[in-house]
């Protein structure tokens, strides 16, 4: 495998400044995906709210970046609610709205295996916090006559897995259906909804995952074209880009940065 396949672009790559002046909220900022994205958005002239329920790491987060921390639990009605205000309260705006929170629970295995409580515990993380979310933050958008909407939803959104891992793949499913339907119905008062679609990332969220299990890590490496998983830093360009206007005529769209996996039948050696 050559070089160039095996080494993701330089984190410290420069970054144009679309954002200037624009409010962003970011949840599950603490970490990974999050934690990437609140980095870029910042870098590109954004405020960032940073949303998480580890108040060590969010509040570090939002320092780093000269941002607002807001403790939260985004299956809390209430705490979702106070978020979006504050952003709003705060800076004057909401512009943009990174719905990233989520989990993948080693109890979330074959549908013959995951239990009722698990099944509920990743819809309520992954999915309903997406529509509560969307919930608080479309008002204020609605107000704005603009705003971009950005939801974490999944590659295996798209496709299917011999290694299961079924509240979450289902979870992932409803978020990218929730985000075409609210792309279409609020895209004539400026707002634009688009499901972000990564592949594996190299996150502590994965690699905690796959060190229970090195066989299923394997087996799911095989099938990715360019031979790695990806680096947050990389979703996080692709977070920019959908909440800039340079991606204007982007809407309700399943907008995938998984590496090729979805277009793959046969991988290279």
């Not at 119905?185 to 996150?203: H, K, M, S, Y």
């Not at 299923?216 to 998983?229: D, Q, T």
Request: glycine share 8%.
């Amino acid at each position: 495998m050559s070089e160039q396949h095996d080494t993701p672009p330089a984190a410290d790559t420069p970054v144009c400044r679309r954002l200037v002046g624009r409010t962003a909220v970011v949840t599950g900022a603490g970490s990974g995906i999050g934690l990437a994205t609140a980095r870029r958005l910042a870098s590109e002239g954004a405020h960032v709210v940073c949303a998480d329920l580890d108040e060590e790491t969010g509040k570090a987060v939002a320092e780093e970046v000269g941002g607002l921390f807001r403790r939260t639990d985004v299956t809390v009605p209430e705490d979702v609610t106070a978020l979006f205000k504050t952003a709003f309260d705060t800076y004057g705006s909401v512009d943009v709205s990174f719905h990233n929170a989520g989990i993948s629970p080693p109890e979330d295995d074959s549908i013959l295996t995951t239990g009722l409580d698990a099944w509920r515990r990743v819809q309520e993380v992954n999915l309903t916090s997406v529509y509560l979310c969307c919930q608080a933050v479309l008002p204020y958008m609605r107000q704005q006559r603009r705003g971009s909407i950005i939801n974490t939803a999944s590659f295996v959104a798209r496709m299917g897995a011999a290694t299961s891992q079924i509240s979450y793949t289902a979870s992932k499913g409803g978020v990218l259906a929730l985000s075409r339907e609210l792309g279409v119905q609020f895209a004539r008062e400026g707002i634009r909804v688009n499901a972000l679609c990564p592949g594996p990332v190299n996150t502590p969220l994965l690699r905690e995952l796959f060190a229970k299990d090195p066989e299923r890590a394997a087996r799911r490496l095989v099938h990715i074209p360019v031979g790695r998983f990806a680096e947050a830093t990389e979703i996080a360009a692709a977070v920019a880009f959908l909440a800039s206007d340079d991606s204007s005529f982007v809407n309700a769209a399943d907008f995938l940065v998984d590496g090729g996996i979805s277009g793959a039948y046969v991988t290279p050696l």
